[in-house]
């Protein structure tokens, strides 16, 4: 089943500029996460939000989670060319079954 | 270096052939996942494994099989029950990290039926 759904589907920026990256989700979470993937290969974990945190930080990216909505948000700042990849986020219940359920995930392209 | 290793990374197959991915980690982890990725989509669950010896149906199991005899190895194998096998297949194992899954992946393998 899928959780998440991210929004939009797909980005073009320009380099130095910022993206953002929405996703919601339907049920209530333990944490969620964001991945990283390039072009044919494996996902690559970026950062992880607690269910009590509103914000969070590393590098150029900025997780913000608001659980009222059901909603996060990745932002990337002063994008680089290397950034073009797809963005999922993956939500966990941190129930027994140790399972993640991934979004749909948002195409970004940055263009040099 | 520690890590996921998915083999083969390209594998053609014929209609009614059963084909099996290998997925081996080194990280020591306990828990291991066989995800499908189809093109423009998320990554849905196949089987997974929280120790050796045990695995659990994900969303999507029918078709497949696996074996946990090792905690190294979690190999998939696509049956010719699976109607419609062509797909990206990833493989990921669990690290703990204060109760949280964070999952590390390999490179995926990418099977085509001819």
């Known amino acids: 089943s899928q959780q998440g759904e991210e929004d939009p589907q797909a980005l073009s920026i320009q380099e130095g500029e910022n993206a953002t990256m929405n996703c919601s989700y339907k049920?209530?979470?333990?944490?969620l996460q964001w991945y990283r993937q390039n072009s044919g290969r494996g996902l690559v974990h970026l950062i992880l939000?607690?269910?009590?945190?509103r914000e969070k930080h590393s590098g150029r990216l900025r997780v913000t989670l608001d659980t009222s909505k059901k909603s996060s948000s990745l932002l990337i700042t002063a994008s680089r060319a290397a950034d073009t990849a797809s963005y999922f986020c993956?939500?966990?219940?941190?129930?027994?079954?140790?399972?993640?359920?991934f979004g749909t995930g948002t195409l970004l392209a940055v263009q040099p | 270096d520690g890590g996921i290793t998915q083999s083969p990374k390209y594998l053609f197959r014929k209609e009614g052939q059963n084909v099996t991915l290998s997925c081996e980690q080194n990280?020591?982890?306990?828990?291991m996942y066989w995800y499908r990725q189809d093109p423009g989509q998320g990554l849905r669950l196949i089987y997974y494994?929280?120790?050796?010896?045990?695995?659990q149906k994900g969303d999507i199991a029918e078709g497949y099989s696996v074996s946990r005899e090792k905690k190294e190895s979690f190999p998939l194998t696509v049956t010719s029950a699976q109607k419609n096998p062509t797909a990206f297949y990833l493989c990921?194992?669990?690290?703990?990290?204060?109760?949280?899954?964070?999952?590390?992946f390999g490179a995926g393998s990418r099977l085509t039926v001819l």
């Open positions: 990921a194992s669990k690290r703990g990290e204060a109760g949280a899954n964070v999952l590390t």
């Open positions: 049920t209530s979470i333990n944490n």
């Open positions: 939000i607690r269910s009590n945190e």
């Open positions: 993956a939500t966990d219940d941190g129930g027994a079954t140790n399972k993640l359920i």
């Open positions: 990280l020591n982890h306990d828990a």
């Open positions: 494994s929280q120790i050796v010896n045990d695995f």
